[in-house]
């Protein structure tokens, strides 16, 4: 049974880096994409991006310029980091898999992690 | 980029039907297979319920359904349980990479 794990600092200064991992155990990285998810505490979920385990990936518009992510095969982990980061980064974060089918058409996302909670304040 | 729309709240008494929309404001969700629905409990993770064509993961009721109208998906709950009380996300694999979730609709099992 595939289990999703983040992991990181809770708390994170303004302006600084945030750095998330996401273990997966129970399974293999590859051949799936790999998303991460936020909501900010009492609001809706929003999508940050996702990575496929070949290191190909993509991100949500409106944080496209302060988000990277990658992948360790070797580790079994995936990474997120959201740069410069203010208040409004402040968030429960979220690593999920796609359920995809055959030709790489991804439905939904069908395992969560349990989110781990970022706070950025001074 | 389409945006999706749903119902701040909607509420209903046990065993009854209720209906939660989900409207997006480009052609987007006319994919209609690309709408996928979570379930999403205080303090918990949001659960997958519908996904594709009406497909639901093992282990969810088939009280929930979902079906599909011009711009609107929707999801139906029918014979409402005090357990089905929790927030409800639709969500729009949007093309080009990206992803879309609506607002949100918080439910209320009166």
């Known amino acids: 049974q595939v289990q999703l794990q983040e992991s990181g600092p809770g708390l994170v200064k303004p302006s600084e880096t945030l750095s998330l991992t996401c273990t997966v155990s129970?399974?293999?990285?590859?051949?799936?994409?790999w998303g991460w998810i936020r909501q900010p505490p009492g609001k809706g979920l929003e999508w940050i991006g996702y990575i496929y385990y070949s290191g190909r990936t993509d991100y949500n518009p409106s944080l496209k310029s302060r988000v990277s992510t990658s992948v360790d095969t070797s580790k079994n982990q995936i990474s997120l980091m959201v740069n410069s980061v203010t208040a409004e980064d402040t968030a429960v974060y979220y690593c999920?898999?796609?359920?995809?089918?055959?030709?790489?058409?991804?439905?939904?996302?069908?395992?969560w992690g349990q989110g781990t909670m970022v706070t950025v304040s001074s | 980029q389409s945006a999706l729309t749903q119902p701040a709240s909607v509420s209903g008494s046990p065993g009854q039907s209720i209906t939660i929309s989900c409207t997006g404001t480009?052609?987007?969700?006319?994919?209609?297979?690309?709408v996928s629905w979570y379930q999403q409990h205080p303090g918990k993770t949001p659960k997958l319920i519908i996904y594709g064509v009406s497909e639901r993961p093992s282990g969810i009721s088939n009280r929930f359904s979902d079906s599909k109208s011009d711009n609107t998906a929707s999801l139906t709950i029918s014979g409402l349980q005090a357990e089905d009380e929790a927030h409800y996300y639709c969500?729009?694999?949007?093309?080009?990479?990206?992803?879309?979730f609506g607002g949100g609709t918080k439910l209320t099992v009166l």
């Open positions: 969500c729009l694999n949007a093309g080009n990479g990206i992803w879309v």
């Open positions: 999920a898999r796609y359920l995809c089918g055959d030709d790489n058409t991804c439905y939904a996302f069908d395992i």
């Open positions: 480009s052609s987007g969700i006319g994919n209609y297979n690309l």
């Open positions: 129970g399974g293999s990285i590859s051949p799936y994409y």
